[in-house]
């Protein structure tokens, strides 16, 4: 079981050690999940561990098992786009290493921290951004972050210090040490990242990217 942070009496699952370290979350959307396998061989040895599978790829629930036998401890596996309970429930059942939502939806967050797995609702105003951390979330997610920029993290720290903060949508490679500064926990990466991997490219100008976003990201957390 992972550690469990208590915050005025709310269970909240701690971000794992490995996405603390590594500070990059890659968001993957394909045609169906059984796509996903060398994608994630590519990131891992570019040194981008934590992956997020989204649910708006076909197949994400029966390769889920897959992936994981596959790659073990090299790499977390999250599942993301999760929109209500019956989806949070399989995505943990089938052992993802965390959840993302692009909503605030209280009992998606409450059925995560019940089962101690961090769980990343996506908001982007002070409300819904509130509203997730008071549920218990790891961290909220500001998305599209690439509407506010990182200068709203200061901003949001005004009234809610604690707040933590993974930004996603449309954050670019150059963008992520800019985020990082600002106090982000994680940046997440989908297509400025992942580039054309899933339409037959090169997969190692994939963990090239991977290598040059975790450079920068790592510059930067050891800057503030």
Do not use: N
């Amino acid at each position: 079981m992972l550690p469990v942070h208590d915050h005025g009496g709310t269970s909240r699952p701690a971000p794992s050690s490995l996405l603390r370290t590594t500070r990059v979350v890659a968001v993957l959307r394909a045609a169906h999940a059984h796509e996903y396998a060398p994608v994630i061989e590519a990131l891992e040895r570019g040194g981008v561990r934590s992956i997020e599978l989204t649910l708006s790829t076909a197949g994400v629930f029966e390769e889920l098992p897959v992936l994981l036998e596959q790659f073990g401890s090299a790499v977390e596996i999250g599942v993301g786009t999760v929109t209500s309970v019956q989806e949070a429930e399989a995505a943990l059942d089938g052992g993802a290493a965390f959840i993302v939502t692009p909503t605030t939806d209280p009992a998606v967050v409450t059925t995560c921290t019940r089962r101690a797995v961090p769980v990343y609702p996506g908001g982007l105003t002070p409300t819904e951004l509130h509203t997730g951390w008071q549920a218990g979330a790891t961290a909220v997610k500001v998305f599209p972050a690439s509407v506010v920029g990182p200068g709203y993290l200061a901003q949001l720290r005004g009234p809610f210090p604690d707040l933590e903060i993974v930004p996603s949508g449309g954050v670019s490679i150059d963008d992520a040490p800019a985020w990082i500064a600002a106090g982000a926990l994680a940046v997440s990466l989908g297509g400025p990242l992942l580039g054309d991997a899933f339409a037959g490219g090169d997969l190692e100008d994939l963990t090239a990217r991977a290598r040059r976003v975790r450079a920068l990201v790592d510059r930067a957390g050891e800057d503030r």
